[in-house]
């Protein structure tokens, strides 16, 4: 049966087709640790995860929250059809099996999470399958330990989404299954009753409007000039013997080799992330930028020194005989323009909205000094999120996106080319993507706070308790060598590190980057210490 058309997939959606058409980039992961709680009746407490014993069982839990969903947000349940062609359409489902979107994969602890968010970005949507929208819930429960918890991650495809809807929209689904909870008239059962497990869309509301549908993103006659040149009319050879040299990875990208994630999940301590956040506002700075000074330390350390780490585990630092030629470092930032244009975005509202500013010469020297850069990041930052020009650069970053071939395949070309038009075939070395605080729950305990009316009533009601945050994003053959992911709730920071597979010689380097990385981090922050200089991170 014919699928319903929505609209036509503008300009930076069709980017994100685009990036699947040609494996080059999979998906994204935003969720939660959730602990079940039920303070007035322990033992249901005790035996509700484990009675969900499969996909069946947490779909009839999901159904009801789901819908709510599928109601508030109907791009959830669109796909893309023409998917290969020069027009891609947004395509309105009649119904959706929840069944066929809920993988369980059990975790012992919650630090094994990491390997679960590997198994989602390695499955990538398939846009030809038009029965199946573009997301899927995974649920890891933890068997050992606090087996009342469990990691809900919402793994979707970046042309529906982006890290801050998808923020919202995990919050909003633990929203419903609390008040889920809270309705039910059976403490022991709250789930939906129904044997079914699929939904009828009935959502009349409109899809939300492409981002160029709101402002103008063409770009202007000074960056026609200057990037339809280098990006389009310029040879590969001429374009990178005219650029300035940066370092994107140990092994050039190609597309000859599997688009394979691999990742290092580094998950902050209460106390720690207090640490950072206390440090940012101790030098007026924010924690991004802090983030971003230790990460160019760490990448500079590990991959760009005249002294080479060995992998962890196989001995001392060792003189490089061959040190690399200095190379700079092109960082990414990824900036939300939900509140930058004059008619602001709702953060719930789903789509991708995000473009990028680029630093394309960091340097990094032993004199280099930690609060230095990162206050030279910070000034960057606000200028190119407070400014006019900022603005229009931001919006015209991917409004280049319309010079891009009207034929079918053109679009694909183009994206194939830039493995051997970029240097080493990537476009930067790291990119920071920092969701920043969310998932915040009004009741963090079932012990310790009353109702609203001034009683305690709602202390028995059963509920899930965000624990905290993740946010976690595939590798891209053509992207940043080295992608950081960042989102902090309920006190906890987690930051996801992706590489591909084919960028490094073993998954021990990019474990590596992520060890120093804390190490630097918590060095230059340390309380009373004035400064931090490159210098002092080599070890």
Not at 40 to 54: R, Y
Not at 210 to 215: A, K, N, Y
Not at 320 to 341: G, H, Q
Request: proline residues 4%.
């Amino acid at each position: 049966m014919t699928l319903q058309v929505a609209r036509a997939v503008d300009n930076l959606e069709r980017y994100n087709v685009t990036r699947s058409n040609v494996n080059i980039y999979n998906n994204v992961i935003v969720g939660n640790l959730l602990q079940f709680q039920h303070t007035s009746q322990k033992e249901l407490e005790q035996q509700f995860i484990s009675s969900l014993t499969g996909p069946q069982e947490w779909a009839k839990l999901l159904l009801d929250p789901i819908n709510n969903l599928l109601h508030q947000h109907p791009l959830l349940a669109h796909v893309v059809g023409d998917h290969l062609t020069a027009k891609p359409m947004f395509l309105c489902l009649e119904n959706i099996d929840l069944l066929e979107l809920i993988r369980i994969v059990p975790i012992k602890t919650p630090a094994e999470v990491g390997r679960v968010f590997e198994q989602e970005h390695n499955l990538p949507f398939d846009l030809s399958n038009q029965s199946i929208p573009l997301w899927r819930l995974t649920i890891a429960p933890i068997e050992e330990g606090d087996t009342q918890s469990f990691y809900l991650l919402y793994t979707f495809h970046h042309v529906i989404g982006d890290g801050r809807s998808a923020m919202a929209l995990t919050d909003q689904l633990v929203q419903h299954l609390n008040l889920q909870a809270k309705k039910a008239t059976n403490g022991a059962v709250f789930s939906n009753s129904s044997n079914t497990t699929k939904i009828q869309i009935a959502s009349t509301k409109p899809i939300p409007e492409s981002i160029e549908s709101r402002i103008n993103c063409y770009p202007s006659l000074r960056t026609l000039i200057c990037e339809a040149t280098r990006a389009l009319l310029l040879p590969g050879f001429l374009k990178k013997a005219l650029e300035i040299k940066y370092w994107a990875g140990e092994l050039d990208s190609s597309l000859e080799t599997p688009n394979v994630t691999e990742l290092a999940l580094l998950q902050l301590t209460t106390q720690e992330t207090l640490k950072v956040i206390q440090a940012a506002k101790r030098h007026s700075t924010t924690v991004q930028a802090i983030l971003y000074t230790a990460s160019v330390f760490a990448a500079k350390f590990v991959f760009m020194s005249n002294r080479r780490p060995v992998p962890l585990g196989e001995g001392p630092y060792e003189d490089d005989n061959n040190p690399i030629e200095e190379e700079a470092i092109v960082f990414a930032t990824p900036v939300s323009l939900r509140d930058l244009i004059p008619n602001p975005i709702a953060p719930d509202d789903q789509g991708n909205y995000t473009s990028e500013f680029l630093d394309y010469n960091v340097r990094v020297r032993d004199d280099s000094s930690f609060w230095e850069m990162t206050a030279v990041y910070r000034r960057r930052i606000i200028e190119a999120t407070t400014t006019a020009r900022g603005l229009q650069d931001l919006l015209e970053h991917f409004g280049m996106l319309s010079l891009l071939p009207k034929k079918d395949g053109g679009w694909e070309s183009y994206m194939v080319s830039k493995v051997h038009k970029d240097q080493h075939g990537r476009k930067a070395t790291i990119k920071l993507s920092n969701i920043g605080r969310g998932w915040e729950q009004s009741k963090t305990t079932s012990d310790d706070h009353v109702a609203e009316n001034g009683n305690d009533d709602d202390v028995a009601i059963p509920r899930f308790l965000i624990k905290d945050g993740v946010f976690s994003q595939s590798s891209g053959v053509t992207a940043s060598a080295l992608t950081m992911s960042v989102a902090t709730a309920n006190g906890v920071m987690t930051i996801s590190t992706t590489w591909q597979k084919a960028a490094f010689r073993g998954r021990a380097r990019g474990e590596l980057f992520m060890s120093e990385f804390k190490r630097i981090l918590f060095e230059a922050i340390e309380d009373g210490k004035v400064d931090y200089m490159f210098k002092d991170a080599k070890r």
